[in-house]
């Protein structure tokens, strides 16, 4: 079996929402806007998935939409905001450490005229709620910030980003992109003040292709897409009822001791990869399930494919692209042999500290292999 902790990644899918999208694909198969039978059960469906994810997240199931993916409803409450707030302002404010699915769209308003103000985090990778007051503007339309970020682990003052802008009497809307929280920490949409909110299944173990997107009741905003008028208009398109039913029993096979299980398992983990040689802790992350580290001037990729030769899998924490380092580690303000060496370490209940003694052996192997050669 291999050695899985990149689950911040991805999760593999439990069996519960397998065999849920199986019975849906071979025996629920209606479309749900057909008036036959066999239509109308997979409707009826559908409204007891939403219902379901509903009940775990903490919300209506009227201000639930089923999306593809995190990326499609972070795209859409980022563009469809600031469409919302055009005629009040012209001004967004985000961090430094969104994912990409938020910073290239309002990257793409930016380029359309928008002024953006980018929060950069301290070093232990937290933004500050002061900043944020300071940022606020009377032209401010949208406000996103995530709830706990995807490298780092850390958590996000979205609550207090909410009461900052009732206290300043903003017209700016609050999209919040929680893939990373759900059902990792708690929370619900009111609690945290969102008017938007963003998920994705595969990060609970539910399949790829199945995301929702909530929406406070009340805020009108324009569709993703035109077409054939279902998910109460807002997203058209026949709807991914398998990955519905998947989705929903992802939620509700998680168990209320599975955040406790994985903290466990990841402070372990950063107890035994203390012991590595010249490996340093970048953050300890406030979620559950996500730490990251490093080995000064081992580059990342390399450690990355030894360890997988190795069976054990992680995430360079990099993102890697034309060989710039993650665009989350550089806002930390790294030292440049740090950087270069991160690793992000990311659990799920399935996690266990045999899996990280095989990582911190791994990682013990490496630099000991690298030193003999010197």
Known sequence: MPIYLDNAATTRVCPEAAQAALEAMT???????????????????LKEHRAAVAGRLGCAPEELVFTSCGTEGDNWAVRAAAEYGRRKGRHIITTAIEHAAVLEPVKALAAQGYEVTYLKPDRSGHVSADALRAALRPDTVLVSMMLVNNELGTLLPVAEAAQAIRDAGSPALLHCDAVQAFLKVPFTPAELGVDLLTLSGHKIRAPKGIGVQYIRRGLNLRPLLTGGGQEGGLRPGTEPTAQAAALAAACAAWQEDYPARIQEVKEYALESLSAVPGLEIISRGDAPHICAVSLPGYPSEMLVRELSDRGVYVSSGS?????????????????????????????????????????????TEITKTRIAAR
Do not use: I
């Open 27 to 45: 025996e629920g198969y209606g479309n749900p806007s057909s008036g036959y039978a066999l239509g109308q059960a997979a409707a009826a469906a």
């Open 319 to 363: 993102a890697c692209h034309r060989g710039k380092p993650s665009h989350v580690f550089a806002a930390l303000g790294l030292p440049k042999r740090t950087l270069m060496g991160v690793l992000r370490v990311s659990f799920s209940p399935e996690s266990t500290r045999a899996d990280v003694d095989a990582l911190a052996g791994g990682l």
